[in-house]
């Protein structure tokens, strides 16, 4: 069993819709989680990051954290077109010297 | 522009052959760290440097190496290429090595291994 699962879709919604983009992970000593967002040929820029559980928001995106089941979402609202793109969840353990674990990516078309 | 610089963008060499790839930090951060992207695989992490020393150390292969300089730029050597090495190569920079810090990515350079 892979440390993070992400369904790799692709996932095609009309502009507007609300999108939901999860992950699920089996290390439980993982504390720090983030969504990177991947366009075409460039290469991920941080989104939102958490620290242990519980909601973020920021504009469109909600960022949710349940650690209980070591799963975590991504919410996007009023999706655009420009919303199209890969989307990585990333996640940490509280230690010195550990890298951060990304997810597969969910491949995200939001169609005009 | 995430102010991190990768080159070259994209690399053809042929298998058995040795590859450098470069990548310069964004300005006044200290830590870099080497990431591997491919289809089966995903984005696995390679190896950190932190102000010119090995800090973590992934699933990197014996076959690579890497190095940061004085400057901090830093260097991802790849040795006896096999076709399977064929991925994309991206470049992260942070201000520190604390598990806080944030991640800033390169473009990131394409090696194609034919």
């Known amino acids: 069993q892979k440390e993070v699962e992400q369904d790799p879709g692709p996932l095609s919604v009309p502009e507007g819709a609300i999108v939901s983009l999860n992950c699920t992970y089996s290390?439980?000593?993982?504390?720090?989680f983030m969504w990177y967002r991947q366009y075409s040929r460039k290469g991920p820029e941080l989104l939102m990051y958490t620290y242990s559980s519980g909601n973020k928001e920021d504009g469109r995106f909600t960022a949710q954290v349940d650690k209980s089941s070591k799963y975590i979402s991504l919410f996007i609202r009023d999706s655009q077109p420009s919303d199209s793109a890969t989307y990585l969840c990333a996640m940490k353990a509280n230690q010195a010297g550990t890298a951060l674990i990304f997810g597969k990516g969910t491949t995200l078309s939001v169609s005009s | 522009d995430s102010g991190v610089t990768q080159t070259p963008k994209h690399l053809i060499t042929a298998t058995g052959q040795r590859v450098t790839l470069r990548c310069s930090p964004r300005?006044?951060?200290?830590?870099v760290y080497w990431y591997q992207q491919s289809l089966d695989q995903g984005l696995q992490f390679l190896i950190q440097?932190?102000?010119?020393?090995?800090?973590a150390k992934g699933n990197i292969l014996e076959r690579f190496s890497a190095q940061q300089f004085p400057d901090l730029h830093s260097e991802l050597n790849l040795s006896s290429l096999e076709l399977g090495d064929s991925a994309l190569y991206f470049c992260?920079?942070?201000?520190?090595?604390?598990?806080?810090?944030?991640?800033?990515f390169g473009a990131g350079t394409r090696l194609s291994v034919l």
């Open positions: 992260a920079s942070s201000v520190g090595a604390g598990f806080l810090d944030i991640q800033y």
């Open positions: 290390n439980s000593a993982f504390q720090y």
């Open positions: 300005s006044g951060d200290l830590s």
């Open positions: 440097y932190y102000n010119g020393e090995e800090r």
